[in-house]
C-alpha cells in the first residue's frame, strides 16, 4: 500500500471533459483573430487533421495524456469524420487509453449525398456493434453519435440518424455569428462554402432561413434526438426555455468562446441564468487548438476552465465544481457518484490541488482556483497500487 500525503491541499473528485476533439491534439494550439471569422480556422483544422489509424490513435493518445495530466479521468470526445466519413478510428483509440467516458462518432449529412453519409454513419455505428462495443453499459468508454451541427446536417438527417440505435447523441449547435446568419438568413460565409462544393439544393433552400435563431431552428429535429449540445454562444430568452423544456445539456467551453470572440456578437455567455432555469450546464474544452501554448505542458485542463470564469465572472466556487465534475456526467449520462466525493460511492478520481496563496481563507476551494499550482492526480480508477491517500 501507498500513502499520498499532500498538506495543504484540498482533495476534489477526478474532473470530466464534456466536450473536447482529442484527435486534434497533434494540431497544437494555434493563434486566431476572431475578426477573421470562423471559416479560415475550419480550413486550417481540414488541412491538418490526420486521415490514418496510426496518426488518429498517435493524437488521441496525446490528448489522453494532457487530459490525465490535468486531473480529468473522463470526457466527452468527438470521433472526428476521417475525409468526410464517420470512422471508428478515433472511437478505439480512446478506448485505448486510461480515460472512460463517451466517444461520439462524428457525420455531416447535407446536399445531394446526405444518403450515403447516412449509410456510411450507419455503417459505422454496426460496426461498432458486431465489435461488442455497443452491447456493454458498463464499459469506461460508451459509444455515441453526434451529427456534426445544424449548418452541417440537414433537419431530416438528424432524425434519420442511426435508426435503431439507442445510445447518447450530442451536437454543435448555436456556435457562431456565422451559423446564425446561415440557418436564420440562408446567406453568409457557410452558404458560400456549401455552394462550392456542390452541396446546396432545392430542400436546402426549402428549409433555411426560416427560423428566428440557430436553436429555433432545430426545435423539432435536434432537440428530439439529442441530449448534449455544445457550446450555445447564441441564446435568447426563448432558446433557453426551449433547451429548458426539451431538458438538454449544455456543454460550455469558456476559453473556447473567448478564443471566437463570442462575446463580441452576442454579449456574455448565459451559463449562470441556464442553470437557474434548471438546464444542466457542464464544462468543456473543445480542442487544444483554441487553448493557450501553456496547454501543451499545463494539459487540457478543466480545471483552467474553472479559473478562467472565476477570475472573469466571480463564479461560485461549488458551482464551478460541480459544471466540471457531477454536471458533466450528467451531460454524458455517466454514473454521477463516481464524481463525487462521498462514502460508499467508487470515486474514478482523486485530485489534489494547492490552496496557497490564500491557504487559511474561509473557502479552500476559492484559494485553490486563485493558486498558480496545477491540478496533481492523486488516484484513477485504473490504478491498483494507490490504495490510500491522505
Not at 496510426?54 to 486531473?71: F, H, K, P, T
Not at 453499459?137 to 431530416?156: D, E, K, M, R, T
Not at 432545392?202 to 432537440?223: F, M, Y
Request: hydrophobic fraction near 40%; charge should be negative; proline fraction near 7%.
Amino acid at each position: 500500500m501507498r500513502i499520498a500525503s499532500r498538506p495543504g491541499c484540498l482533495l476534489i473528485p477526478g474532473m470530466v471533459n464534456a466536450h473536447t476533439h482529442l484527435d486534434l491534439t497533434h494540431i497544437g494550439p494555434r493563434p486566431h483573430d476572431p475578426e477573421l471569422g470562423f471559416g479560415p480556422w475550419v480550413g486550417m483544422i481540414r488541412d491538418n487533421r490526420r486521415t490514418t489509424a496510426e496518426g488518429v490513435s498517435e493524437s488521441v493518445d496525446q490528448g489522453a495524456a494532457l487530459s490525465l495530466r490535468a486531473g480529468v479521468v473522463a470526457v466527452g470526445d468527438i470521433a472526428g469524420a476521417v475525409a468526410g466519413r464517420a470512422s471508428l478510428l478515433a472511437v478505439e483509440a480512446l478506448k485505448n487509453t486510461p480515460l472512460s467516458g463517451v466517444s461520439f462518432i462524428e457525420f455531416f449529412a447535407f446536399g445531394p449525398r446526405e444518403h450515403l453519409a447516412l449509410a456510411w454513419l450507419d455503417e459505422a455505428v454496426r460496426e461498432a456493434g458486431r465489435r461488442g462495443w455497443l452491447a456493454d453499459p458498463l464499459a469506461p468508454v460508451q459509444v455515441g453519435v453526434q451529427p456534426h451541427a445544424p449548418y452541417s446536417v440537414s433537419p431530416n438527417a438528424y432524425l434519420a440518424a442511426a435508426p435503431g440505435f439507442a445510445g447518447r447523441f450530442c451536437t454543435h449547435l448555436a456556435e457562431s455569428p456565422e451559423e446564425r446568419r446561415f440557418l436564420t438568413r440562408a446567406e453568409g460565409p457557410l452558404r458560400e462554402m456549401i455552394e462550392s462544393l456542390g452541396l446546396w439544393t432545392a430542400d436546402a433552400e426549402r428549409v433555411l432561413g426560416k427560423a428566428s435563431s440557430p436553436i429555433q431552428h432545430v426545435r423539432e429535429n435536434a432537440l428530439r434526438r439529442v441530449s448534449l449540445v455544445a457550446h450555445v454562444n447564441d441564446a435568447s430568452d426563448d432558446d433557453l426555455d426551449l433547451l429548458a423544456e426539451a431538458g438538454v445539456s449544455v456543454a460550455y467551453c469558456p476559453r473556447a468562446s473567448a478564443y471566437f470572440g463570442a462575446e463580441r456578437h452576442f454579449g456574455p455567455h448565459r451559463y449562470r441564468e441556464m442553470l437557474a432555469r434548471g438546464i444542466n450546464v457542464a464544462l468543456g474544452t473543445d480542442s487544444i487548438v483554441n487553448l493557450p501554448p501553456e496547454a501543451t505542458q499545463r494539459g487540457i485542463s478543466i480545471w483552467d476552465e474553472m479559473r478562467f470564469l472565476h477570475a472573469r465572472d466571480q463564479t461560485d466556487p461549488l458551482v464551478l465544481l460541480r459544471m466540471g465534475t457531477r454536471n458533466a456526467a450528467k451531460g454524458l449520462e455517466l454514473p454521477s457518484g463516481a464524481f463525487e466525493i462521498r462514502d460508499s460511492h467508487n470515486i474514478a478520481g482523486l485530485v489534489a490541488v494547492d490552496t496557497s496563496p490564500d491557504r487559511g481563507k474561509e473557502n479552500p476551494l476559492e484559494s485553490a482556483l486563485r493558486s498558480v499550482a496545477e491540478p496533481e492526480l492523486l488516484l484513477h480508477s485504473t490504478d491498483s497500487c494507490l490504495t490510500g491517500v491522505r
